[in-house]
């Protein structure tokens, strides 16, 4: 029986939802090392990784549902950037610590030891899984009204951030303060008509490859580049 002070319980109070189905819930919160630690629960295999799987999807679907009715001056590139941002590991993971999902995540004694709680990929997957089972328990509008007003708050935030409108800049700053080193781009092909070309940058530190992106103009490419090299090396980027 559920107590008053168990996270699983806080988890449905902070989502406003109590599951019908709370075998769904457990097994979204089950972390694969748990399961090979537990097998007399339900088997190696009873774990998260398949709702992670369908919630991936469900949350991708939906914001991107929601980015073309809200912002309907925007273009297919901002609008999939934008969506990038909203479901990328950092952000959900903010997503996970505000709901609660850390502290009821089930894992194995070697993760929980080693900082798997606030671990951001686990709370990502974590969070990915509670989203498969919250719609599998209720539906894709039960899971949408729970989550759009954080949503909606995150791409504010994003919008309102200049790192979003030019991350060249924003990976410069970063490059200069950590490591003392100025980027550098390279642009490494093209493709498509003249019309209609695509062209490839490369963002360089120290010669080393930190990023690559593609974009209609060299300029657009080169963004994309220090795009990709923020969400992959500075801790929390915009």
């Given amino acids: 029986m559920q107590e008053a002070g168990d996270p699983v319980v806080k988890l449905q109070e902070n989502l406003d939802y109590v599951f019908k189905h709370p075998d769904l819930l457990y097994l979204a919160l089950t972390h694969p090392s748990y399961a090979h630690e537990h097998p007399e629960e339900g088997g190696e295999e009873y ?6 799987f369908l919630g991936d ?8 549902a929601w980015l073309y009715k809200e912002y309907k001056d925007f273009s297919e590139g901002p609008l999939t950037r934008l ?9 959900l993971a903010r997503l996970a ?3 609660g999902v850390g502290d009821a995540l089930r894992l194995g004694h070697g993760e929980a030891e080693s900082g798997g709680h606030k671990r951001p990929a686990n709370l990502c997957d974590a969070l990915e899984a509670v989203v498969g089972a919250l719609y599998l328990d209720g539906g894709l509008d039960i899971v949408w009204n729970r989550l759009e007003p954080w949503f909606a708050q995150e791409s504010e935030m994003i919008l309102q951030s200049a790192t979003y409108v030019d991350a060249k800049s924003y990976f410069q700053e970063w490059a200069q303060a950590e490591h003392n080193i100025t980027p550098r781009y ?10 209609a070309k695509t062209f490839i940058a490369q963002v360089l530190l120290d010669g080393q490859q930190v990023g690559e992106g593609q974009g209609s103009s060299k300029r657009a490419a080169e963004q994309a580049a ?3 090299a923020l969400e992959h090396l500075v801790e929390e980027p915009v």
């Avoid at 774990?47 to 992670?52: D, G, S």
């Avoid at 390279?186 to 019309?195: L, S």
Wanted: glycine share 6%; net charge negative; hydrophobic share 40%.
């Fill in 83 to 91: 969506r990038a941002t909203l479901v990328r590991t950092s952000t």
């Fill in 97 to 99: 610590n505000e709901l």
């Fill in 186 to 195: 390279q642009i490494i092909g093209e493709m498509g008509p003249d019309h």
């Fill in 226 to 228: 220090a795009r990709y």
């Fill in 57 to 64: 999807a469900v949350l991708d679907f939906l914001v991107a």
């Fill in 47 to 52: 774990h998260n990784q398949r709702l992670e």
